[in-house]
């Protein structure tokens, strides 16, 4: 447990670039458009030798609760309600406009504990600081979070509240370790725009941490949130949807896409989430494809499945498509879901969890020999020119994805489609479905070989 400080103000203020100045990383995406960040955003945060959590949240704006601006705001309330300091952030350059002063006084009604802080202060910007006063929530201190200034000040404000904090959590008889040792299996939740993303991870997650709604594309940037899912682990990352690289005309849109595809290649698992309606279109294609490129192990998932009035019928043909249109990813387990009443979920974590240890598979070099002498004895290779292709050895270079290296005498000549049916059968006899697995054909001897022996006759 951790000393929690949410950043809070108007839009277009700076929350997320002292957010990425905080976490020594740009996780959140930051544009000179006002209203970028629309979900509550997670970071460990530091300054000097003090650690915290900082929450970048959505730029507070005074509208109908059923909005997207509203919705956003109930979010940035329940950051207000979770932090321990809350940081109001104002623009010295702008000086105090109505809106701040509505942010102040829902920061005054909460009872919390605020540090007001004037953002882009360089040079005579600083003038403005003064209007900051007239607010009643204690001195304002000049910042520049894009050039680093003023965070000594921060640092004086918040050592002798962490410390306050770390004292109390001491006094407190209860472990404070984490459940479970080591990293959280990290997941990535992506698809189309509108595909249920948000709602699936507030679902798991028990509560409304992420913005959700009939709007598609809200969802703007990768959202990482650390999440106990039965007794495991996790870390999900909602992502914005995936639109074709033709209709990605916004440069926002284009930083969210980017964002999404960074989230997926550092990912272990990454669940593609598809509306019943519209499964296998061809962006989920892409991102599945996208997946298996990455090296990443992959799990289907079916939203809305409670509108379906054929199931067993629709299910047998997502399958078919399934396996017809992604033959590099044959046997991923496809799973049916609604993210709106939590059905399927378990199912969905069970898969999880059985594909990322498929991704983590090793195999023994013995058995794997064994198992291509008995498969090219079966299914000899080919013999172009009336010389046969003779496979010598295999082993297993790396795992995650699982990747196999095999002693050839003339690899080039090697078709394709026999390369595909060592592929399947690494899948069918070691239970490695649905598995991204890499096999590569050298040239060379078996390196376990009389080295006596003249090239050509190893065994």
Known sequence: MAYTIALIGRPNVGKSTLFNRLVGKRLALVDDQPGVTRDLREGDGRIGDLKFTVV????????DDQSLPGRMRKLTQKAIEMADLCILMLDARAGILPLDREVADILRRSGADVLVTCNKAEGRAADAIYEAYELGLGDPLPISAEHGEGMQEIYAVLQPRIDAFERALAAVDAPLGEDRAGKPLQIAVVGRPNAGKST???????????????????????????????????????????????????????????????AV???????????????????DLRI??????????????????????????????????????????SGAPLITVSALTGRGLERLREAVLEMYEAWNTRITTAKLNQWLGARTQAHPPPAPGGRRIRLRYMTQVKARPPTFMVSCSKPEDLPESYSRFLVNGLRQDFGLKGVPIRLDMRKGENPFADKKKPRGHGG
Do not use: H, Y
């Open 56 to 63: 970048d949240t959505a730029g507070l704006e005074i509208a």
């Open 200 to 262: 699936l991870i507030n679902k798991i997650i028990g509560e409304d941490r992420l913005l959700t709604g009939p709007e598609a594309g809200i969802t703007r940037d990768s959202i990482g949130l650390p999440v106990s899912w039965g007794d495991e682990a996790f870390k999900l990352f909602d992502t914005a949807g995936l639109r074709k690289r033709a209709r990605i005309d916004e440069k926002l849109e284009k930083l969210s896409a980017s964002d999404a595809i960074r």
């Open 265 to 283: 290649k550092f990912a272990e698992v990454v669940i593609v989430l598809m509306d019943v309606d519209t499964c296998f279109e061809t962006q």
């Open 288 to 329: 599945a494809d996208l997946a298996e490129r990455e090296g990443r192990a992959v799990v289907f998932a079916v939203n809305k499945w409670d509108k379906e009035m054929d199931k067993q019928g629709r299910l047998k043909e997502l399958k078919e498509m399934l396996e017809r249109l992604l033959p590099q990813l």
